[in-house]
């Protein structure tokens, strides 16, 4: 894996030694395939009151006979002598009814009491949603819902485009000040210093150039101004140390130049050191959290934000089965820098230019086959050498945070503040001894 810049029973047959209970009216009519004599002003038909099954009613189908109304002509069956022996049976009225159960059952018939029997208005019966007016909707969104919270942020993310003699590339990106400043990653706009040109597009359509104002390569974090703006939306900052695993958040940006794109999941994991190659052969360390809402190619910069809308990560690379050039979308695995460091790397990038990072005074060895981080030398007056640190030591944990390789240290370490003192768990390699050592980080 390699990371990269973002569903008719038949009723049985009555015995031959038993009567139907239907055998009174059966008699009544000579054949039961011929129909009745009609008499003027009679009854012509009785709907059966099956359905088609696509929705239009079943009439009388060819060489059916035409029913007289069994309410009206009486005649013939008061000349039906009864059977000697009673039977029991099912009355004309209850087996109707049980027919029409039936047929409701197998989904046949739909309003068969108002449609079939009784229906005078003269009218089809048919009702088409096409005809009838659209529904408007009757609710709003609710206070901390995707929704509610996509329409607070939008306005305050934008589309980046940069552009340089040798290649051209976009991201997304925050306003951080109501006069312009925007925090982005330093891969979308690396380069433009160098006579390119930056233009940002608003949520609403609107476009500005801008400046750049600095970046770091080893963060991927940059900071970019948008010319003679005023009165920005602004988004807000949130406490990416008070995030939980399982945590809803919503990723914006622009994928693929799609601008204004919102999409929902979780934080999946949190302290992913992640690494990432830029096309100039430099990489970039990040403490990363793991998200699995959908971000690509393009989501570069934009906000990771809480459901209150705060923003709490800067989207900036995905993990990618891909083994070609190209990077593919998301499989569900993407990564954001925290708010809380992101934050501190921008106020360094606009005040001075340049970002730093506390650090312990070690260098590490790299590919060391061993479960955390293998110190390779030990700088002289630095705060590792004055903590006793030395060659050989390999630090399985910082604080309470597990170290399992080099990259894991270089991340937690710069995630601590200036001047902090951490508790580093060591192991001696050659005595497999293991000690505490108190390291307090350099100053900014």
Do not use: C, Y
């Given at each position: 894996m390699t990371y990269r810049d973002p569903h008719n029973n038949e009723a049985n047959p009555t015995p031959d030694n038993e009567t139907s209970s239907f055998e009174p009216v059966r008699s009544a009519y000579p054949s039961w395939g011929t129909p009745p004599?009609?008499?003027?002003?009679?009854?012509?038909?009785?709907?059966?009151?099956a359905s088609t099954g696509t929705g239009a009613q079943a009439g009388m189908a060819a060489g059916t006979p035409a029913w007289a109304s069994w309410d009206t002509d009486t005649t013939r069956v008061d000349t039906v002598q009864p059977e000697k022996k009673q039977?029991?049976?099912?009355?004309?009225?209850?087996?109707?009814?049980?027919?029409?159960?039936?047929?409701?059952?197998?989904?046949?018939?739909?309003?068969?009491?108002?449609?079939?029997?009784?229906?005078?208005?003269?009218?089809?019966?048919?009702?088409?949603?096409?005809?009838?007016?659209?529904s408007e909707r009757a609710v709003t969104a609710e206070p901390g819902s995707a929704e509610q919270v996509a329409d607070q942020v939008l306005p305050s993310v934008v589309s980046i485009q940069a552009l340089t003699r040798n290649s051209a590339s976009e991201g997304s990106g925050s306003i951080i000040s109501s006069d312009g400043y925007v925090m982005t990653n330093n891969h979308v706009v690396a380069g433009v210093e160098q006579n390119g040109v930056l233009q940002v597009t608003m949520s609403d359509g609107s476009s500005y150039e801008a400046d750049f104002i600095a970046g770091d390569v080893?963060?991927?974090?940059?900071?970019?101004?948008?010319?003679?703006?005023?009165?920005?939306?602004?988004?807000?900052?949130?406490?990416?140390?008070?995030?939980?695993?399982?945590?809803?958040?919503?990723?914006?940006?622009?994928?693929?130049?799609?601008?204004?794109?919102?999409?929902?999941?979780?934080?999946?994991?949190?302290?992913?050191?992640?690494?990432?190659?830029?096309?100039?052969?430099?990489?970039?360390?990040?403490?990363?959290?793991?998200?699995?809402?959908?971000?690509?190619?393009?989501?570069?910069?934009?906000?990771?934000?809480?459901?209150?809308?705060?923003?709490?990560?800067?989207?900036?690379?995905?993990?990618?089965?891909?083994?070609?050039?190209?990077?593919?979308?998301?499989?569900?695995?993407?990564?954001?820098?925290?708010?809380?460091?992101?934050?501190?790397?921008?106020?360094?990038?606009?005040?001075?230019?340049?970002?730093?990072?506390?650090?312990?005074?070690?260098?590490?060895?790299?590919?060391?086959?061993?479960?955390?981080?293998?110190?390779?030398?030990?700088?002289?007056?630095?705060?590792?050498?004055?903590?006793?640190?030395?060659?050989?030591?390999?630090?399985?944990?910082?604080?309470?945070?597990?170290?399992?390789s080099a990259d894991a240290l270089i991340a937690a370490v710069r995630s601590q503040d200036f001047g902090e003192t951490v508790t580093l768990t060591v192991t001696a390699q050659d005595t497999s001894q293991t000690r505490q050592v108190e390291v307090t980080l350099t100053s900014e």
């Open positions: 004599e009609q008499t003027p002003g009679a009854s012509t038909g009785l709907n059966t009151g039977k029991r049976s099912v009355g004309l009225g209850t087996a109707l009814a049980l027919m029409v159960v039936g047929s409701v059952a197998t989904g046949s018939v739909v309003g068969v009491a108002s449609t079939q029997f009784g229906d005078d208005t003269g009218g089809s019966g048919v009702v088409n949603a096409l005809d009838q007016p659209s080893s963060t991927d974090i940059a900071v970019i101004k948008i010319r003679n703006a005023t009165d920005l939306p602004m988004i807000s900052f949130g406490d990416s140390d008070s995030l939980a695993v399982g945590q809803e958040v919503l990723a914006v940006g622009s994928p693929l130049g799609l601008s204004s794109t919102v999409t929902s999941g979780i934080v999946s994991a949190l302290n992913r050191p992640v690494r990432a190659s830029g096309e100039g052969g430099e990489s970039s360390l990040i403490d990363a959290i793991q998200t699995d809402a959908a971000i690509s190619p393009g989501n570069s910069g934009g906000p990771l934000v809480d459901m209150e809308g705060n923003l709490i990560g800067m989207n900036s690379v995905i993990a990618s089965i891909s083994t070609g050039t190209d990077t593919g979308g998301s499989i569900g695995l993407g990564f954001a820098i925290p708010a809380n460091f992101a934050k501190r790397v921008a106020t360094q990038l606009i005040e001075t230019g340049v970002a730093t990072q506390p650090m312990i005074g070690v260098s590490l060895a790299n590919g060391a086959n061993v479960s955390g981080a293998l110190i390779a030398s030990v700088q002289d007056g630095g705060p590792g050498a004055a903590a006793g640190l030395m060659p050989g030591d390999v630090v399985t944990k910082l604080n309470d945070r597990v170290i399992d």
